[in-house]
């Protein structure tokens, strides 16, 4: 069993900066690529942004140059660094990763439970 649990979620001001983390622990053999996604309310999710396991990144438009997607493999870790934070990021905040947990050629997806950021005007 895989669990990816998220933190670092909360209330800030337009304007500010919060950073999320989310860890992947259990049955892991490696980790592929990680992401971070976002469901506002009344809208669909969508992707904000995603790691490879080589450290390549790509990033949604809406926020290219405000966040930074990192990793730590040796901890299993991804993060969101958020910064100069607008209202309309505010949102449940997803991390998945890819995993393979038996060395073969199967990767399953494994999903967070999710943490609130809200942006306060």
């Known amino acids: 069993q895989v669990q990816l649990v998220e933190s670092g979620g909360g209330l800030v001001q337009a304007g500010g900066s919060l950073r999320l983390s989310c860890a992947a622990s259990?049955?892991?053999?490696?980790?592929?690529?990680m992401g971070w996604y976002r469901r506002a309310p009344g809208k669909q999710r969508e992707l904000v942004a995603r790691i490879t396991s080589a450290g390549s990144t790509n990033y949604a438009d809406s926020v290219k140059g405000r966040f930074t997607i990192s990793r730590d493999n040796a901890k299993n870790t991804v993060y969101l660094q958020m910064n100069s934070l607008k209202p309309e990021d505010t949102a449940v905040y997803y991390c998945?990763?890819?995993?393979?947990?038996?060395?073969?050629?199967?990767?399953?997806?494994?999903w967070g439970q999710g943490t609130q950021v809200t942006v306060s005007s």
């Open positions: 998945n990763a890819a995993v393979n947990i038996a060395g073969d050629n199967n990767w399953y997806l494994y």
């Open positions: 259990g049955s892991i053999f490696s980790i592929g690529a």
